[in-house]
């Protein structure tokens, strides 16, 4: 995994959903503990402007799903 990748994704995702320190911790381990996992989630983020649709963040959804 490209550690530079992973950072960037944090990053993004914990600025734009205003994360806690546990919410990214939480997050920077289910997303370094499988590659395609991470992958799956950093396409889908970086898409996510494209597939907003009807007001309703998809992403989010998912984030919340990830952080339980």
């Given at each position: 995994?490209?550690?530079g990748?992973?950072?960037?994704?944090?990053k993004m995702?914990?600025e734009?959903?205003?994360?806690s320190?546990?919410?990214i911790s939480i997050?920077?381990h289910?997303?370094m503990?499988?590659?395609?996992?991470?992958e799956?989630?950093w396409?889908?983020?970086?898409?996510?402007?494209?597939?907003?649709s009807?007001?309703?963040?998809r992403f989010?959804?998912?984030l919340?799903?990830l952080l339980?």
């Open positions: 995994m490209d550690m990748r992973l950072s960037l994704a944090l995702i914990s734009e959903y205003k994360l320190d546990a919410e997050l920077s289910r997303m503990a499988d590659d395609v996992e991470f799956r989630i396409e889908l983020y970086k898409n996510k402007a494209r597939k907003f009807g007001g309703v963040d989010k959804e998912l919340l799903e339980r």
